[in-house]
Nanobody, 122 residues
Framework: QVQLVESGGGLVQVGGSLRLSCAASGSIFSINAMGWHRQAPGKQRELVAAITSGGSTNYADSVKGRFTISRDNAKNTVLLQMNSLKPEDTAVYYC????????????????WGQGTQVTVSS
C-alpha cells in the first residue's frame, strides 16, 4: 500500500512564505509525476504544480514566478516552496503521485494525500 503524507501547511500573512512537503511511502518501484493540487471552499480542485521523474515542471499561471516545485526521486518526496503568498492562495493543498508502480510489471496507480490547509491572511 502506498501512502502520501503531507506537511508544512499553516497560517501566514500576505507576502509570506510556506514550504509544503510530501513523502510517498510503501513498496514503490517508480513514480512518474508528483505534484500539488489545491481546493478552495466552493471551488473545484485545480492543479498548482507538477514535476516528472525527469524534472520537467508545470505550473498554474496564477503561481508562476512565486511557487517552485522540486523533487527527490530517491526519497520519493516532493516539495512546494510558496513565496509572495496571496489571500487567493488559501486552500487545502493535496499532494498526488501519478503512475505509481510497485514493481516493474505492476499496473500503474494514482495516489493522493489527505491534504494540508494553507491560509493566507490579509
Amino acid at each position: 500500500q502506498v501512502q502520501l503524507v503531507e506537511s508544512g501547511g499553516g497560517l501566514v500573512q500576505v507576502g509570506g512564505s510556506l514550504r509544503l512537503s510530501c513523502a510517498a511511502s510503501g513498496s514503490i518501484f517508480s513514480i512518474n509525476a508528483m505534484g500539488w493540487h489545491r481546493q478552495a471552499p466552493g471551488k473545484q480542485r485545480e492543479l498548482v504544480a507538477a514535476i516528472t521523474s525527469g524534472g520537467s515542471t508545470n505550473y498554474a499561471d496564477s503561481v508562476k514566478g512565486r511557487f517552485t516545485i522540486s523533487r527527490d526521486n530517491a526519497k520519493n518526496t516532493v516539495l512546494l516552496q510558496m513565496n509572495s503568498l496571496k489571500p487567493e492562495d488559501t486552500a487545502v493543498y493535496y499532494c498526488n503521485a501519478d503512475d505509481v508502480m510497485i514493481d516493474p510489471e505492476s499496473y500503474e496507480y494514482d495516489y493522493w494525500g489527505q491534504g494540508t490547509q494553507v491560509t493566507v491572511s490579509s
